[in-house]
């Protein structure tokens, strides 16, 4: 089985600091993993996916996360935050492999970015 | 760039009517997804849909609920005879194969509301 942690619910960070968005997972196989995020009143993106290979991915808008199996996480980044990253942001973990899978979600951060 | 279109973007409903929820998936996806996300609560998966059959379902999915694939096209959520706390969005996804590593592409949701 597959489950996601997201480590606070409202993370708020000023115009041009580091994002950071914690994320830990618990799957019983090598997991697949991702995060989405979500714009007020919008569905949900991919900003970026980890399935195998290098552990340091890179996805849209700057964002980038690393796969830590060790320590089972897979925390967000972005260098410097822009007013346009205020949004809600979930992990997400499948089960890795070619078995059909569904796609867990964590409960989300909702990331505030203060000018 | 292919997406997922789903309708009504807003549905509001008596306690005890159905409802429909349409999406109209990518042409060339073959699996299918409900997901829903109650107000400020995570990402839920219902029903996972492949070859005109279900390939899981959630706890949630309960009796109330149906899918369907009436054409080539369109796949549908019918709740029976909503609740109260079926007042939720509802987010379709659709991928080319069942295997994690491919994406879920949503759509931008259909927002119930149960009176």
């Known amino acids: 089985a597959q489950s996601v942690t997201q480590l606070g619910s409202h993370v708020s960070v000023s115009e041009g600091a580091l994002v950071l968005l914690r994320c830990n997972y618990s799957s019983s196989v090598p997991p697949y993993l991702f995060w989405y995020v979500q714009y007020p009143n919008q569905g949900l993106q991919l900003l970026l996916k980890?399935?195998?290979?290098?552990?340091l991915v890179k996805g849209i808008n700057g964002f980038e996360a690393e796969f830590k199996k060790s320590e089972t996480s897979f925390h967000l980044t972005k260098p410097s935050a822009h007013m346009s990253d205020a949004a809600e942001y979930f992990c997400a973990v499948s089960p890795g492999g070619s078995s059909a899978s569904k796609i867990i979600f964590g409960s989300g951060t909702r990331l505030s970015i203060r000018p | 760039e292919p997406e997922v279109t789903q309708t009504p973007s807003h549905q509001v409903t008596q306690m005890g009517q159905e409802v429909i929820l349409r999406c109209v998936p990518i042409s060339n996806h073959l699996y299918f997804y409900w997901y829903r996300q109650i107000l400020g609560q995570k990402v839920e998966f219902l029903v996972s849909f492949y070859n005109n059959e279900i390939s899981e379902k959630s706890e949630i999915f309960d009796d109330q609920f149906s899918v369907e694939r009436p054409d080539g096209s369109n796949f549908t959520l019918k709740i029976r005879s909503t609740k109260l706390e079926d007042s939720a969005m509802y987010f379709c996804?659709?991928?080319?194969?069942?295997?994690?590593?491919?994406?879920?592409?949503f759509g931008a949701g259909s927002r119930l509301t149960v009176l």
């Open positions: 980890y399935t195998t290979g290098a552990t």
């Open positions: 996804a659709s991928s080319p194969h069942p295997s994690g590593a491919n994406v879920l592409t």
